[in-house]
């Protein structure tokens, strides 16, 4: 159900029209409408999801949880100027080392080209001092594994989903192989 769907039913209930509604519909806009990454650094920003949290036999990778829409709201609401132009120019640097290690753009490269040039850049991230900004690497990777875990597809796909939990047990044995609850 959208909003505005949502909020004449609301109306219809308790009869009438709802005060401020015109008020509260007017800031409504849709996600599509504002772009902060070019559809090439959405591609870009699907596909090294999908190195770091590839499709696997028993669950689907990051592409499939539209990773690139999460972090795309991710970064152009939630992150600084800052942290934009870190995560911006860091895409940026990707594109640059497939093209100096293979040369060819990222998207072009075999599933262990990627490896390679994903594994440099975590390495890079790990050698970052605390007090200096963050790495995009770093930046990029959390919000993968963010955003597939709380997406449909990794909540019900890849960990074990209960819509309505029961009684809270702190510590549950997991048999070998058996996804972690959600």
Known sequence: ME???AIKWVA????GTLIGAEAFLAGCTTDSEITFFSSEEM???DEIGDTILPETSKSPGAKAAKIADFMQK???DCYSAEEQGIFKSGLIEVEEKADQQFN???LKLSGSQRLDILYGFEEAAKEK???DPSHFFRMLKQLTIWGFFTSEVGATKALRYDPIPGSY?????LKPGQPAWY
């Open 104 to 106: 060819n753009s990222f």
């Open 74 to 76: 991710i970064v152009r």
């Open 43 to 45: 591609n870009l920003l």
């Open 12 to 15: 219809s209930l308790f009869g």
């Open 169 to 173: 047990e702190g510590c549950v044995d």
């Open 3 to 5: 909003r505005r769907e």
């Open 129 to 131: 001092k605390e007090n």
